[in-house]
């Protein structure tokens, strides 16, 4: 007897989206002891579970009971689908059967793939909604999310001085009040380092020591590059003016010589390390509910773009406790002194992965290097080409800071190529960029190599002369394509400090795709907000749910097809992966969501509003709206605030202020 699951279903394209009623579970009638729960029974098709699938190879499915015809029948089928296959070849497609052992068996017309239904057989009616691969999300920092939901957070917010005192003044009760004084730290996250209003006004330690409070109270910057710290936390970092610069980051001082309060890049190291880090337990449990959410979002596969021992143990605590549901491909962060020895950096690579290759869930073979910081204006620390304006049109004498020459990059490549390692660069300016792009030609040239797969991840500035050399080299273009919108961070932040004629080469997807390269997608969570098809979306139209208008949409917009892929195939290509998932066809690995609408046909600012109704890792369920984790987990999402990476404190008068960089969920009204 049949299970048949019927999901909700998304209205016709030519309407607008509605929510429809929950999926709901039909049991077979009359016997109640036959009937089986999704979860349950697509667990145990997907026994090898997510982890013993990383490094299998490809190969066709097998079943181990008889359908009506005798083939072999499925453990699922998906029928009444459109499905999104990823590949070019082939008639439309209506139904995937996956089989008993988490792999795709057949991808065709419903007619065709009802051979494959068995009398164990379950069977979902996706009501016309796409199936397609589970998203790929080529940068990410998952635990870095993890770690950022358990403390509050300024959400991107757009203040004056006087707002940012009344915030920071509910966060300082709501963590302890007058009981966590003099001693306690106030880390506040997601702080918008061009936010501070009126434009330009300048972070200082100053205005955080205004705060009645005489606690250490630093801001973390969402980008990831920038902290901002009292005068407290000055005095426990021991940062004075005779602190030198470490390698890698910048203490931003007064025209005294005095450090401002402001750290950039690895210099934010001097003080992180002194704040008291939550216990083990809070850590994993926060973990495991992030990767809960990104399941709930879709994605089945991550690049972790900044591990070192500390993520490394956490993933071995996650898949110990049976909650990693994601592909994880680790890349092992290297350092600016690190990257000068190649040998040294190699080493401690392959320590790592000896020591950690055991844990399920996780494949090793990626490493990451920082080229550069950011470029919005006043961090500007991006390497850039040409050096920045100064608002008014007149050139400066900062070109941005380039953390690694070509030479000692190309070395670097050359070494880990050899011994099968690839390469992933943080290049946000077209100097950057340049960079690692002759970085790996001349790795190419010492080694011969002709494929080793390295990567450029965020591209928000390149060269018109370096888009060929992508496709040329190789190189996977990684981007983060939820930037490309009309909004603080890409106008007022940036347009008047590179002016117009490089601004046109702001994250030029189509211009990269037109040259031939092969195009990857990320999301860089928590540095955004975890909002999967919104980013999906802002790649088509260049506008997103909540961008003041599109960003060069004519010149760089990307088809619908063309965006699915990237954030699919293309992913799963830049991590070496293509032969395992990244598209729906015989053999692959069931790595398969089923949304409420067809994204392939609905209007695209529909996209972002798109729900993930199942998620499937190799065959094994590991996101079920309709069950109570996936209930918790969808709510959590329809509730959180756009910059944030979980649930956290936040007083009312956040509200009232509350804009900046990603505005994606109207949270303002929330």
């Known amino acids: 007897m049949t299970t048949s699951l019927s999901l909700p279903r998304h209205t016709s394209s030519s309407a607008p989206h509605s929510p429809a009623a929950p999926a709901s579970v039909s049991p077979p009638a009359p016997a109640p002891s036959a009937a089986l729960s999704r979860r349950g029974l697509l667990a145990a098709a997907g026994a090898a579970g997510a982890a013993g699938q990383h490094a299998a190879a490809a190969t066709p499915a097998a079943a181990a009971t008889a359908g009506s015809s005798g083939r072999a029948s499925a453990a699922l089928v998906i029928h009444n689908a459109r499905v999104f296959t990823g590949v070019e070849q082939g008639g439309p497609a209506r139904s995937v059967a996956v089989g008993r052992d988490g792999r795709i068996l057949a991808v065709g017309p419903d007619a065709a793939l009802r051979r494959y239904v068995g009398r164990d057989t379950e069977t979902v009616d996706a009501r016309g909604n796409t199936v397609m691969s589970g998203i790929h999300d080529g940068h990410v920092h998952p635990l870095g999310a993890g770690d950022r939901s358990l403390r509050p957070s300024l959400e991107g917010a757009e203040t004056t001085a006087v707002e940012l005192r009344t915030i920071l003044t509910g966060f300082l009760a709501d963590t302890g009040g007058a009981a966590a ?69 910048r203490i931003v001082r007064g025209p005294d010589g005095l450090p401002t309060g402001v750290f950039k890049d690895d210099a934010q190291d001097l003080v992180k390390r002194h704040v008291p880090q939550p216990s083990r337990a809070e850590l994993v449990a926060a973990c495991a509910a992030v990767l809960e959410l990104a399941a709930a979002s879709g994605v089945t596969t991550m690049m972790d773009a900044l591990v070192g021992r500390h ?67 006043p961090a500007q620390t991006a390497a850039l080409l040409e050096p920045y304006l100064d608002g008014a049109g007149k050139p400066t004498g900062n070109r941005g ?70 496709a040329q080299l190789g190189v996977a273009a990684c981007m983060q394509l939820q930037w490309a919108a009309r909004d603080t961070w890409t106008m007022e932040a940036l347009l008047p400090y590179i002016g117009p004629r490089r601004h046109r080469w702001l994250y030029p997807a189509l211009s990269l795709e037109r040259a031939g390269a092969r195009l990857a997608g990320g999301s860089d969570w928590p540095v955004d907000a975890l909002q999967v098809w919104n980013q999906l979306r802002t790649a088509i139209d260049r506008q997103g749910a909540h961008g003041s208008g599109p960003l060069h949409r004519e010149l760089e917009g990307l088809g619908r097809s063309s965006v699915l892929r990237m954030h699919t195939s293309g992913t799963a290509w830049q991590l070496r992966q293509e032969g ?3 598209t729906v066809e015989q053999g692959r690995a069931a790595d398969l969501v089923i949304l409420d609408r067809d994204v392939t046909r609905c209007p695209v600012a529909d996209i972002s509003g798109t729900e993930v109704r199942l998620t499937l890792v190799g065959g094994r369920v590991v996101h079920d709206a309709d069950s109570t984790a996936g209930k918790a987990a969808s709510a959590r999402m329809a509730s959180r605030p756009v910059s944030g990476p979980l649930s956290g404190p936040r007083p009312v008068s956040a509200t009232a202020v509350h804009g900046g960089r990603h505005r994606a969920c109207g949270c303002a009204t929330s």
């Open 311 to 377: 993520e490394l143990d956490l993933y071995r605590e996650l898949a110990g406790a049976g909650r990693l549901p994601q592909r994880i491909v680790p890349a092992i962060r290297l350092d600016a002194a690190q990257a000068k020895d190649p040998s040294a950096a190699l080493a401690y690579a392959r320590g790592l992965r000896r020591e950690y290759e055991g844990v399920p869930g996780l494949r090793f073979g990626m490493v990451k290097v920082f080229l550069d910081g950011v470029i919005e204006h």
């Open 580 to 582: 395992l998932t990244g």
């Open 401 to 470: 800071e380039l953390y690694t020459s070509a030479a000692d990059y190309g070395r670097l490549t050359a070494a880990f190529n050899s011994a099968g390692w690839q390469m992933h660069a943080h290049g946000l300016g077209d100097r950057a960029v340049r960079t690692a792009l002759d970085g790996y030609a001349y790795a190419r040239r010492a080694t011969g190599l002709r494929d080793p797969r390295n990567a450029v991840a965020h591209l928000q500035l390149v060269d018109p002369a370096d888009l060929r050399r992508f």
């Open 181 to 249: 004084e003099p001693d306690r730290w106030l880390v506040v996250e997601d702080w918008n380092p061009v936010g501070l209003l009126p434009t330009g006004t300048a972070p200082h330690h100053s205005l955080l020591d205004a705060l009645a409070t005489r606690r250490p109270v630093i801001l973390v910057g969402g980008d990831g590059h920038n902290l901002w710290a009292n005068r407290r936390a000055l005095e426990i970092a021991g940062v004075t003016a005779a602190t030198p610069d470490p390698v890698g980051g």
